[in-house]
Nanobody
Framework: QVQLVESGGGLVQAGGSLRLSCAASGRTFSTYPMAWFRQAPGKERDLVALINWSGDTTYYAESVKGRFAISRDNAKNTVFLQMNSLKPEDTAVYYC?????????WGLGTQVTVSS
């Protein structure tokens, strides 16, 4: 069992930065690929970024490529999302996800609001 708790969201002006954290419980954290998703009001939940278990392979949605960076610290059971050059369209609830062939775990989300 893995429990995920996101933090670091908030209100920021366009062009600003935020760093999201996702703290995971459970001894098997390091075996899971981890991802950040986001969901804006009235829209579907979309994949933002993905990182493999060792941290040496990442994937980004086109809309955030070059602005966001995902990373993980397996010793601290934490995954991060550094968000730079934020835009109003980045406003959403951001969710942390741990998923493998058998399991699919989600956090409760953290709100990110970018003002213009």
């Amino acid at each position: 069992q893995v429990q995920l708790v996101e933090s670091g969201g908030g209100l920021v002006q366009a062009g600003g930065s935020l760093r999201l954290s996702c703290a995971a419980s459970g001894r098997t954290f390091s075996t899971y690929p981890m991802a950040w998703f986001r969901q804006a009001p009235g829209k579907e939940r979309d994949l933002v970024a993905l990182i493999n278990w060792s941290g040496d392979t990442t994937y980004y949605a086109e809309s955030v490529k070059g602005r966001f960076a995902i990373s993980r610290d397996n010793a601290k059971n934490t995954v991060f999302l550094q968000m730079n050059s934020l835009k109003p369209e980045d406003t959403a609830v951001y969710y942390c996800n741990a998923r493998n062939w058998r399991d699919d775990y989600w956090g409760l989300g953290t709100q990110v609001t970018v003002s213009s």
